[in-house]
């Protein structure tokens, strides 16, 4: 799970990529050969229509942020905007406060250590074995912590350049 920081409306594009279907084309990760593409597709695939070629939209760069959820717990309790909920929205100059603030205090309890959670494998009842998945937590170190709020603060210069008057999170 992860929570992005984004200007409502921003400037957006379209991208042409290899449909998630077509895995099994040789040129999947190089060259993406549109007729290698489309004979490894799904032809009932909603994304690509049985093409292997999908059209994606995304937000022009500079106008979002994605943290994983404890990042963006950690940075927001920094910023001190809500930080119960991890959906929300801040007035621009109530978030540049917020980056300023940051920058000017103590941000040692704002950081963690990467761990990682190890699988035990347990026996069922019925004698098959259950092996619950490894939990990796990346870590936040001081200097990601200074590497985010650079790049919140681009977003909201982005933001205000573009005309918008919040950023939202969720």
Known sequence: MSVTFHVPNAPRYSNTEPCLCAQGAPSFMTSNIPDELREHAWDE???????????????????????????????????????????????LPDVRRAIMFAKNTDRSGFTRDATVGRAVARQCDDGTAFIAPNVFVGGFSADDLEDRLARLEEVVDNAQAFGASEITWG
């Open 45 to 91: 695939c909603p994304h690509c229509h049985g093409t292997g070629i999908e059209t994606v939209e995304r937000t022009q760069q500079g106008f979002e942020l994605n943290l994983c959820n404890g990042n963006a717990r950690l940075l927001l309790a920094l910023l001190r905007l809500d930080d119960e909920c991890l959906y929300g929205s801040a007035s």
